[in-house]
């Protein structure tokens, strides 16, 4: 991606040492292992979550449906599809020595990008919006209700630590922000869309008519807040990369006798 078209895909090398499929500390096969078990356990939560709320709420499958509708929801989808399609790419890079991503085109590797971005900064910002303005302070009468909170609220963050902390990927673009702050800007308008068709506001904060001009105040303090998660990610991800390829001179735990990094497609 060019300085000087930010927009631009750019024509260079993508990911010449495959950063998003290698680890300084693990080997490819471990990694894939490790995302593969992160893809498993958040498919299982969200779809026993469905199931639970099917069976035992009130309004049985429609409360399901109405799950749809909530940031934190939205993102943990967000995350298990990001770990399937990491564990895809690690996977076919542990067994040929070059990735899957590394066959896409450049629109969708940009994607793949903007989504790991995604993934580094959203969970902490569901998980400090929940645990500090959301939870009430009373630990949850049902088991269901405190397994279903500590996946979704808080494993959600270890596991974009773990992303963070354990692959080698380069810190993300500037240009990211602006997509994080679109995102936002879109559920701003589903969830205001979930109150025009379902009579609900997915979280209070956003409700007007008990804010009132508050609501503009939280908006935008989550915004402003993913933008300092954001830049916190990145300082941890260079942080990261100075210590384990400077400092220790770590370069990718390599289980695979490859030729080194690619210079041509």
């Keep these: 991606m060019s300085k000087r078209r930010p927009f631009a895909f750019g024509t260079d090398l993508w990911d010449p040492s495959d950063r998003f499929e290698t680890s300084w500390l693990l080997s490819p096969w471990a990694l894939f292992c490790f995302r593969a078990l992160f893809a498993l356990y958040i498919f299982t939560t969200l779809v026993f979550v469905l199931a639970w709320r099917c069976v035992n709420e009130i309004d049985h499958c429609a409360a399901a449906r109405d799950q749809f509708s909530y940031f934190t929801t939205l993102t943990y989808w967000g995350l298990g599809f990001y770990f399937l399609a990491a564990a895809v790419h690690t996977f076919t890079y542990a067994r ?10 450049r629109p969708l590797q940009a994607l793949h990008s903007a989504l790991y971005t995604t ?122 990369k100075f210590i384990t390829e400077a400092k220790l001179g770590k370069e990718a735990y390599e289980d695979l006798e490859l030729s080194g990094p690619r210079t041509s497609r």
């Excluded at 910002?125 to 397994?147: A, K, N, P, Q």
């Excluded at 996946?151 to 990211?176: D, G, K, Y």
């Excluded at 559920?187 to 068709?197: E, I, K, R």
């Design 119 to 240: 993934v580094v900064v959203y969970p902490f910002v569901v998980t400090i919006v929940f645990w500090g303005r959301l939870y009430s302070g009373h630990w949850f009468t049902l088991e269901f209700d405190g397994w279903s909170n500590i996946s979704q609220h808080a494993m959600n963050s270890a596991f974009a630590l773990f992303e963070i902390v354990v692959p080698r990927t380069n810190p993300p673009p500037a240009v990211h922000m602006l997509w994080l702050i679109l995102v936002l800007a879109l559920y701003l308008s589903l969830a205001y869309l979930t109150h025009a068709t379902k009579g609900f506001y997915p979280y209070d904060f956003l409700d007007p008519a008990k804010q009132h001009a508050f609501v503009a105040a939280y908006v935008f303090g989550i915004a402003v807040g993913a933008l300092i998660v954001f830049g916190v990610a990145w300082g941890l991800i260079w942080l990261r």
């Design 96 to 105: 040929s020595g070059r990735s899957l991503l590394d066959r896409f085109p």
